[in-house]
Nanobody, 124 residues
Framework: QIQLVESGGGSVQPGGSLRLSCTAS????????MGWFRQAPGKEREGVAA????????FFADSVKGRFTISRDNAKNMLYLEMRSLKPEDTANYYC?????????????????WGQGTQVTVSS
């Protein structure tokens, strides 16, 4: 049974930092591109960052470039999102997801396995 479980969300002041984690199980983790997505109330889900199977290639939405870092530990079946200089507009529910196929990018429709999400709130 494929499972993706996020953790690490919470409330933080603008300019603060958070680290999200995602634990994967039930499949060969290092065979898939992984991504982080977010969805704010009343808005569509959007891609934040993706990382290739090996971890050597990463992709970021323009809105988070230079502030967020994505990484993975294939030995532990873990995915991470390090978020710095957080802004109120980063407030959303954050999801980790597994991409199908051999490519790696932030094409939403190619991500077919999802976690339940973890809430991030940036507010003073």
């Amino acid at each position: 049974q494929i499972q993706l479980v996020e953790s690490g969300g919470g409330s933080v002041q603008p300019g603060g930092s958070l680290r999200l984690s995602c634990t994967a199980s039930g499949y060969t983790y290092n065979s898939y591109c992984m991504g982080w997505f977010r969805q704010a109330p009343g808005k569509e889900r959007e891609g934040v960052a993706a990382i290739s199977k090996s971890g050597l290639s990463t992709f970021f939405a323009d809105s988070v470039k230079g502030r967020f870092t994505i990484s993975r530990d294939n030995a532990k079946n873990m995915l991470y999102l390090e978020m710095r200089s957080l802004k109120p507009e980063d407030t959303a529910n954050y999801y980790c997801a597994r991409r199908r196929g051999i490519r790696c990018d932030l094409t939403l429709t190619e991500y077919t396995r999802w976690g339940q999400g973890t809430q991030v709130t940036v507010s003073s």
